[in-house]
């Protein structure tokens, strides 16, 4: 069998990571880091099935950053742009332009030329869109502080790329060769290259605005699915080989085009047609990276290489940790924020290759820069790791720390623990109906907003017992746990059940696990945070569909007695997961049965919401 076929090759490429990604993701490194060592073992230098090819497939692999960065650019609306204005401009600005300053400095410091230093500082500042969204989407960080600041400068690094692609044929030194290809700009004088980049990414506007959305409107009347997936497909591509024909990068071709088609009536379409290839391309494109490492490089001059990675991490991470500051992230969101983007990015491989053709860096300088990149951005995944394992939890728990429990001055027959999504709805509803409620929680700016509003509340953890006492504890007769997480709910009941056994608590939980957890602590009375909203919109659904409205909130109130029922049965099982499935699909056959048998029994007492007897107690009573 021929090694190098191209089956062979993608049996091997798969192979690598269907293994090492949920290995690596068990191991709680994230899918990124499972795709780079994929990509390491197969690689030249390990195990071999990669070899010299490796370099090809990476380049090919890098369809999958152009398709992100089309998605990217497709989800920036105008309004989107102009609430995000102050940290893309002021954050990412300044992160461009300082540490491309400080990079240069350090390398002229070096003894590097001018315009080699400069182009080295552009090139370095930027950082991985790839790696970034891809970690911190995985973990769920993106709606956070860190998450959005992240991506506001990722946003401007995407957009800088532009005027640096601009600037960089002008750094080429007076008779240098030309360019190797069949770009456009090949053998043209600096000037005559700018203006070619200025009018691709001119085209390309005018384009999208006055050829694509026509194209669209006729594809989409065809009514033929596959020709739509063909049309984004072919989009994508078509970008990319302009792009490639005025000797550009097509993922910035790609994004320039997702913005001109972020307005468009087909966006959604397009989104959907082309996620699931940009997330084979992207894995491919990381697993292309791990497997073009040069280890022989590396290994020839180990403390140098180390020296020169922890160097331009640092520089990068002190650059985004001193703008965090400036733009008041909170201590443990600025550490994730620097640490998320201190690497260099996958432009940087675009770039490099640019300068050693162009004959701004020599090769041997392009050649230990690229390995430089690659291992900045194996590293990223770990980075975040040790944030998360070491320095979040610390700075996390100090912070909190730092600002006392209140003083409680009052006590009442209800105390809520947690005014968050859940809680806050809760406590207005108990405020609404004249039941004087003692609320506690422990995030200090959601406590400081409650004041603003005139609503006495109280900072301090409700898991802890002199802080209950404080409150009432002991002479309340209802605790409404609704705390934003299972592990601090879970303290709370313990605490409860220990010291004030004769509360009654009312828990919240989110999920079926959670509810499991919580049946093992002896709680009676919980609630599933989704659960009422689901059937009120299930109940709904039968009304649009021509049900009658006492049948379909009938049949929510059947369903959500006989499923909670049955979670109660399944609790048992939760361990035996052969059982469990089986015994979870008999009751869900159980409760469909029901439901439709239940559709000609008369109405009972039990589960009617305005039978004649409640009727006639309420017309007594005016």
């Known amino acids: ?114 315009r080699a230093a400069l182009a080295l500082g552009m090139t370095l500042s930027l950082s991985s869109t790839a790696i970034v969204l891809q970690s911190l989407k995985e973990k769920g960080l993106m709606p956070s502080a860190a998450g959005q600041s992240s991506f506001s400068v990722l946003l401007f690094q995407d957009i800088a790329v532009i005027p640096m692609l601009a600037i960089f044929p002008l750094l080429a030194p007076p008779g240098a060769a030309a360019m190797e290809g069949h770009s456009l700009r090949d053998g043209l004088p600096g000037w005559a290259q700018t203006l070619i980049v200025l009018g691709a990414v001119v085209l390309i506007i005018l384009a999208g605005r006055y050829l694509v959305r026509p194209l669209m409107r006729v594809v989409a009347r065809a009514r033929v699915r596959e020709l739509f997936t063909t049309f984004a497909l072919l989009l994508v591509v078509g970008i990319s080989v302009l792009m490639t024909v005025v000797g550009l990068s097509p993922a910035l071709g790609a994004f320039l085009g997702g913005v001109v088609l972020a307005n468009s009536e087909y966006k959604h379409e397009l989104e959907s047609d082309i996620e699931p290839f940009k997330g084979l391309l992207l894995g491919l494109f990381f697993i292309a990276v791990g497997a073009s490492i040069d280890f022989g490089l590396i290994l020839s001059q180990p403390w140098r290489m180390l020296g020169l990675v922890i160097a331009l991490m640092t520089v990068k991470c002190l650059v985004l940790l001193a703008l965090g500051r400036l733009f008041r992230l909170s201590t443990d969101q600025n550490l994730l924020f620097g640490f998320s983007l201190s690497q260099v990015g996958e432009f940087a491989f675009v770039l490099l290759s640019f300068t050693h053709q162009s004959g701004i860096l020599p090769a041997d300088t392009t050649s230990m820069m690229t390995a430089a990149v690659a291992l900045s951005m194996a590293f990223t995944p770990l980075v975040i790791m040790v944030y998360e394992k070491l320095l979040q939890p610390r700075f996390t728990i100090t912070e909190s720390a730092a600002r006392e429990p209140d003083a409680i001055t009052e006590k009442h027959p209800v105390i809520l623990a947690g005014f968050g999504r859940a809680g806050n709805i809760i406590g207005r509803f108990l405020l609404a109906n004249g039941v004087r409620t003692t609320i506690l929680d422990l995030d200090s700016d959601r406590i400081d907003l409650l004041h603003n509003l005139g609503i006495q509340a109280y900072y301090g953890d409700a898991s802890r017992h002199d802080l209950l006492q404080a409150a009432g504890a002991a002479d309340a007769k209802v605790i409404i746990i609704a705390a934003d997480s299972i592990d601090q709910t879970t303290e709370i009941v313990k605490v409860v059940r220990k010291h004030f056994p004769n509360l009654q608590m009312l828990v919240k939980a989110e999920s079926i696990s959670d509810v499991f957890d919580l049946m093992e602590l002896g709680v009676l009375h919980i609630y599933r945070e989704s659960l009422d909203t689901s059937l009120r919109m299930g109940a709904d659904a039968l009304r649009m569909l021509g049900y009658r409205a006492y049948h379909a909130q009938r049949a929510a109130g059947t369903f959500r007695q006989h499923d909670e029922k049955a979670l109660k049965e399944l609790s048992a099982l939760r361990d035996d997961k052969k059982t469990y499935l089986h015994t979870f699909k008999e009751r869900i056959e159980e409760i469909a049965r029901l439901i439709n048998r239940d559709n000609v029994k008369p109405w009972n007492n039990e589960t009617v919401s305005w039978d004649e007897s409640s009727l006639i107690e309420e017309a007594k009573k005016e």
């Not at 990669?50 to 990217?72: N, P, R, S, Y």
């Not at 102050?86 to 540490?99: C, D, E």
């Open 1 to 114: 069998m021929n090694e190098h076929s191209f089956f062979f090759t993608a049996m091997i490429y798969l192979a690598a990571a269907v293994v090492c990604v949920p290995v690596a993701k068990k191991l709680g490194l994230g899918s990124v880091l499972g795709y780079l060592l994929a990509g390491i073992f197969i690689g030249p230098d390990v195990m071999g099935f990669i070899g010299a090819e490796g370099q090809d497939i990476l380049h090919f692999a890098e369809f999958g950053v152009v398709m992100m960065l089309f998605l990217i650019g497709i989800e920036l609306e105008p309004a989107l742009l102009w609430k995000l204005r102050a940290p893309i401009i002021g954050m990412g600005g300044m992160q461009v332009l300082i540490t491309t300053a400080l990079i240069t400095g350090l390398a002229l410091w070096l003894g590097q030329p001018l």
